[in-house]
């Protein structure tokens, strides 16, 4: 099993560009979130999904979008990159509501110029 | 904001020694996580114990949650260099339907051999 597997691994914008964080997890897992992570903030939750075609917001979502149309794939969308954008995104799944905790891709440095 | 707050925010010990990390949160949980992120890595599922629980051991880690405090802490016995890390609590709040799954700010540990 591959798990969470995240593309791409870097990525620099420009401001107002768009783009696609891919995130992918091959062991039929329900739950799947996307967080992004800031110096000194911790990991903060931007959406999340109890299963295909069910999203919801976290704490930070705006200027994100998901969707969520098979159990492996859950997309981020950046709609108009911003300097506030630059971060390093995680995204997890997990197989029954983190009952047996998350596994967490190796991340998306992102960097909006 | 963050339900889960760590404490201290930095920990440096000698190796051998035990490392003790806290973690307070706001509201009702159904249970209560902690991960492990190595500089530049994603993060890693140590133990989760849920609100019916009052301590859990895996390995070298306990646990301990209070949830009339709304707290828990962490503890690493017999540390190694290979501890150093940074550690994060993270809670399922017993109010939302799922997939919700907030963290702390986390606790930078380091181990020096």
């Known amino acids: 099993n591959a798990g969470v597997t995240q593309t791409p691994k870097f990525q620099v914008l420009k401001t107002g560009q768009s783009m696609t964080l891919q995130c992918a997890q091959d062991?039929?897992?329900?739950?799947m979130s996307w967080y992004r992570q800031d110096p000194g903030m911790g990991l903060r939750l931007i959406h999340y999904?109890?299963?295909?075609?069910?999203?919801d917001q976290g704490e930070v979502p705006n200027g994100y979008n998901v969707s969520r149309s098979t159990t492996e794939d859950f997309p981020l969308r950046l709609l108009s990159a911003a300097p506030s954008q630059t971060s390093v995104y995680f995204c997890?799944?997990?197989?029954?509501?983190?009952?047996?905790?998350?596994?967490f891709g190796s991340g998306t440095r992102l960097t909006v110029v | 904001s963050q339900q889960g707050e760590e404490d201290p925010q930095a920990l440096s010990i000698q190796e051998g020694e035990n490392a003790t990390m806290n973690c307070s949160y706001k509201t009702s949980i159904n249970n209560l996580q902690w991960y492990r992120q190595n500089s530049g890595r994603g993060l890693v599922h140590l133990i989760l114990?849920?609100?019916?629980?009052r301590e859990k051991h895996s390995g070298r880690l306990r646990v301990t949650l209070d949830t009339s405090k709304k707290s828990s802490s962490l503890l690493i016995t017999a540390s190694r260099a290979a501890d150093t890390a940074s550690y994060f609590c993270?809670?399922?709040?017993?109010?939302?339907?799922?997939?919700?799954?907030?963290f702390g700010q986390g606790t930078e540990l380091s181990v020096k051999p």
């Open positions: 997890a799944s997990s197989y029954n509501d983190g009952q047996g905790g998350y596994t």
């Open positions: 999904s109890v299963g295909a075609g069910i999203t």
């Open positions: 993270a809670t399922r709040a017993v109010y939302n339907q799922g997939g919700k799954l907030i």
């Open positions: 062991m039929n897992h329900e739950y």
């Open positions: 114990i849920r609100s019916n629980e």
